[in-house]
């Protein structure tokens, strides 16, 4: 097996059960969201040569497995491909409190705070990921964290 | 502060998170779609294709009956069920061999294809290395057949740069035009090999090919630039440039 085949399959190994999370927000099942990461990586050991090391692997899979996770759900697609998603919780109904607030923030930044908490992805790795700088994650990250604090306290809440 | 923030929203995600594990790289490694890198490829290696289907048709075409090709044994007709499943790629008979060539000394590539419900086809190559060893040389599902399909795939280690430090490397594909009769591969040395190809018949009408890249067309100045699709009268069907190896 040559070397990028070999991170590839430790990329998968380490990072299989984030990254199934952090699809099954934007696929909407934990099934269909396996699936993707599964067609994700196949596809990326298939393409492997095309992988160039100035950004995270973990982001170019990522970005593999969140089209095949668009293309599943047969919606028209949008550039940037992170404006075609409307990530949301698995099971909402369970959490109405955080879902209710993450609701409230655009669908592009819900896909980053959940690349940060259900995919553990560091920002260096959503910032390849989105395509945008380091900073304007930490930004918007920031923001968001601000938003989600503020609307799941009891005056956020109401509002 | 964002580190509190960020630690106060990881714990208000954690009792969400999912940590069923239902990983499995066997499921993604074995069935699947090689490199797509541009070609390569010479001459001397010659391609042993072995079929036990009648050979008519043009002169560097052999004909495969799909019908009389070989049932895939079970643990490859299983990669091609684990396929479907991925892809959902529906397929509309068993997988079968349509042929082997040789890869190396010692060394043998098998392809199989299974027909699907929508005219296309999903194929699956398996390479047996001379250790005794197997791994996945490639694999695809493909809705209709293009005129022209080219992979390469690099079964050795190779550097940073591009350099091919071990093979076996293979070119496989296939051609969908039923009046394709061979390809034509030319190379930066002058040096030009002809592939033959497998015609497989009903359902799947596309002809294959697997082709092992001689050691010396491995490096630099003698990698390959061109393949072209011919007619038995040498008629161009369709031509794909190569940039190099990998």
């Not at chain 1, 982001?59 to 990530?87: C, G, H, N, Q």
């Not at chain 2, 074995?30 to 010479?42: D, V």
């Not at chain 2, 529906?90 to 010692?106: E, M």
């Not at chain 2, 035009?177 to 040096?191: H, K, N, T, V, W």
């Amino acid at each position: 097996m040559d070397a990028r085949a070999q991170a590839l399959e430790e990329l998968y190994t380490e990072r299989f059960v984030p990254f199934r999370n952090a699809l099954a927000t934007v696929t909407g099942s934990r099934e269909s969201a396996r699936d993707a990461v599964q067609e994700g990586f196949a596809r990326a050991l298939a393409e492997r040569h095309r992988y160039r090391d100035e950004a995270p692997l973990a982001a170019w899979v990522w970005k593999i497995a969140f089209r095949v996770a668009l293309e599943t759900k047969k919606r028209p697609l949008a550039l940037p491909l992170e404006d075609s998603a409307d990530p949301q919780l698995l099971e909402p109904e369970r959490h109405p409190e955080l879902n209710a607030a993450l609701r409230r923030l655009p669908p592009r930044r819900r896909l980053i705070v959940f690349l940060r908490y259900f995919g553990d992805f560091s920002y260096a790795e959503i910032a390849a990921a989105c395509d945008v700088s380091e900073g304007t994650i930490a930004a918007t990250l920031a923001q968001a964290h601000t938003e989600l604090r503020a609307a799941m306290t009891p005056e956020g809440a109401a509002r | 502060m964002i580190d509190t923030i960020d630690l106060e929203l990881r714990e208000r995600f954690a009792p969400l998170i999912d940590r069923v594990d239902d990983s499995d790289w066997l499921e993604v490694r074995p069935p699947r779609r090689s490199l797509r890198a541009p070609l390569a490829i010479a001459a001397a290696l010659a391609l042993t294709v072995a079929v036990a289907a009648p050979a008519v048709g043009l002169p560097h075409r052999v004909v495969r009956l799909f019908s009389d090709a070989k049932p895939a044994p079970a643990p490859v007709a299983k990669s091609f069920t684990d396929f479907d499943q991925i892809v959902s790629a529906d397929l509309a008979a068993a997988p079968r061999q349509v042929l082997t060539a040789q890869a190396g000394p010692g060394e043998a590539a098998t392809l199989w294809v299974a027909p699907t419900t929508t005219g296309g086809f999903c194929s699956l190559v398996k390479l047996r290395l001379r250790d005794g060893s197997a791994e996945g040389a490639g694999g695809e599902c493909e809705p209709r057949a293009e005129v022209l399909s080219v992979d390469v795939t690099l079964h050795g280690p190779f550097t940073a740069a591009g350099k091919v430090l071990g093979g076996p490397v293979l070119i496989l594909g296939y051609a969908g035009q039923p009046a394709a009769d061979s390809l034509r591969l030319e190379f930066e040395d002058g040096d030009a090999a002809t592939i033959p190809l497998v015609w497989v018949s009903k359902p799947v009408q596309t002809a294959f090919f697997v082709y092992a890249v001689p050691e010396r067309h491995w490096r630099a100045g003698h990698l390959p630039t061109t393949i072209t699709l011919r007619t038995s009268a040498g008629k161009e069907l369709a031509r794909d440039e190569i940039t190099g190896i990998p």
